[in-house]
């Protein structure tokens, strides 16, 4: 019986991995790590995060780098044919080792390519077994970092991808929780422009590269008004009052 794991390699320090995590690519027969490709379709050549993590933990050998097309945004027929191709490929290895381990940056259910991925084995491979063994997420990891305490008391949490515009991080922001915005990089003038208009700005703050020698934490109110890293993250923490317990 084949068995694909999703392992979630958190968002950049290899220290944030867990036992578990660190056991799974370890027992694995092979660990594929997604990369980005060239404008050829063809591997990038760049080492991801995610590959730069998992070697801490296996050796270069039964790392398998495997296109996903994840810079690919306008062409979506060369994305789908990226896709197909990284799925067989993953169920190739699947058939020819029977475990396989794929590494994803943050957790595996978590905004990942591990899902798609996931489905499209499941079709080729039937039987294929899927399991996800969870990873520390950016916004937990930047939460440790600057201090920003994300939830109190019954304060709600909202996760918001802004690769599709500011809008929907505009509409959490007026609402009464903390707000965490995901992949905000190229729009970060809008993303300051939101945080503004809201009122949210004092106490948000906002990172990339997180434990590595590039990491950069910020207050969000010295947000570029260029683009930032694309894996940019950022924390706008509930409003709070009351002094302590003021949440329950």
Known sequence: M?????VGVGPGDPELVTVKGVRALQEADAVVVPVMSASDGKDGGEPGRAEAT????????KVVRVVFALNERTDRARREAAWDAAGE????LLRAHGSVAFA?????NVYSTFTYLAQTVAELVPGTVVE???????????AARSGAVLTEGTEPLTLV???AGAAALKEAL???????AYKFGRLAAEVATALRETGRTEGAV????????EESIRPAAELAEGPLPYLSTLIAPAPRGGGRGGKL
Do not use: F, N
């Open 174 to 180: 007026e609402g009464p929780g903390t707000v965490v």
């Open 2 to 6: 084949s068995t694909l794991v999703g």
């Open 89 to 92: 490929r993953v169920a190739a």
């Open 132 to 142: 996800t063994v969870p990873g520390i997420t950016a916004m937990q990891d930047l």
């Open 161 to 163: 991808p802004v690769t």
């Open 104 to 108: 994803t940056i943050g957790d595996p």
């Open 206 to 213: 906002w990172g990339s590269a997180l434990g590595l020698p």
């Open 54 to 61: 998992v070697l801490h933990y296996v050796g270069a050998e």
